[in-house]
């Protein structure tokens, strides 16, 4: 059973930055393993924001992009998202999202961590 867990969320103000970091355990983590943040604020449905492949190559959603980066360190198991210039409409729980292939087929969730972006 594959465990993610989510650290780096908070408060800050707008034009302010955040990293969250997403850890894998509980499995081998795999160069091919599709990586995601996601993002729900209350009342919204939840959005993806960022991507990241083997290559590895990224994608972004609009709305942050030229913002938000995503990066992994494989040896380390870890998936970042550094959040740049944040706005309040950043406002959400933000989960990461773990799709494998290898040595089995996978799609697993972390729990969310909280980002608020107030003054």
């Known amino acids: 059973q594959v465990q993610l867990v989510e650290s780096g969320g908070g408060l800050v103000q707008p034009g302010g930055s955040l990293r969250l970091s997403c850890a894998a355990s509980?499995?081998?983590?795999?160069?091919?393993?599709?990586m995601y943040w996601y993002r729900q604020a209350p009342g919204k449905e939840r959005e993806w924001v960022a991507t990241?492949?083997?290559?590895?190559?990224?994608n972004y959603a609009d709305s942050v992009k030229g913002r938000f980066t995503i990066s992994k360190d494989n040896a380390e198991k870890t998936v970042y998202l550094q959040m740049n210039s944040l706005k309040p409409e950043d406002t959400a729980v933000y989960y990461c999202?773990?799709?494998?292939?290898?040595?089995?087929?996978?799609?697993?969730w972390g729990q969310g961590t909280q980002v608020t972006v107030s003054s």
């Open positions: 999202r773990r799709r494998t292939t290898w040595p089995n087929v996978g799609d697993y």
């Open positions: 509980g499995s081998i983590f795999s160069s091919r393993d599709i």
């Open positions: 990241i492949t083997q290559g590895p190559s990224t």
